[in-house]
């Protein structure tokens, strides 16, 4: 399966350079408002599904998320935890770079490669792994599992 690419401005960058050059930060808020906007997540994973041609149903399958739970997600009802958006992710057969991309529009923690859990994820979704591989690596390296992270397993 092709993998999807999410493509979002990069605007860091010139917000840093106005941030510093603001005469304040209410000034700064104000005139920059529409970069400082992060699309919401429901509607940017639904139109994700779109641009892939994948049913949500696949990406739903593919990431192991409980399916109520997972359309709460699409619809935009709830708003994802830090393992869900992984587990999107690797549903979509995203790469490290857009998934960091997508933690970061779901106002979540970039994956570390410092942390251990974080390093094994990392790996595989550089290495295109689903979510059965995902799990069956971090259970041999003794790892909390993707969405397990209210739960001891």
């Known amino acids: 399966m092709e993998q999807i690419q999410m493509k979002t401005a990069g ?3 010139l917000l840093l350079e ?4 603001a005469p304040d930060l209410k000034t700064y808020m104000e005139e920059n408002a529409d970069l400082m906007a992060m699309p919401p997540f429901g509607p940017l994973i639904t139109g994700l599904c779109k641009k892939a041609g994948m049913p949500k149903a ?3 399958d593919r990431s192991e998320i409980p399916r109520n739970y997972a359309y709460q997600l699409f619809s935009g ?3 994802p935890s830090r393992d869900k958006v992984i587990q999107l992710a690797i549903g979509f057969g995203m790469d490290v770079e857009n998934t960091q991309e997508l ?4 106002r979540q923690a970039p994956l570390y490669p410092k942390i251990p859990r974080d390093s094994v994820i990392l790996r595989c979704l550089h290495e295109h792994q689903n979510m059965g ?5 971090l259970r041999a390296m003794g790892l909390t599992l993707l969405g397990r992270e209210d739960k001891n397993e």
């Open 18 to 21: 106005r941030l510093f050059k």
């Open 103 to 106: 933690l970061k529009i779901a």
């Open 11 to 13: 605007n860091t960058e």
């Open 133 to 137: 591989h995902t799990q069956n690596t």
């Open 58 to 60: 696949c990406v739903i």
């Open 77 to 79: 009802i709830r708003n």
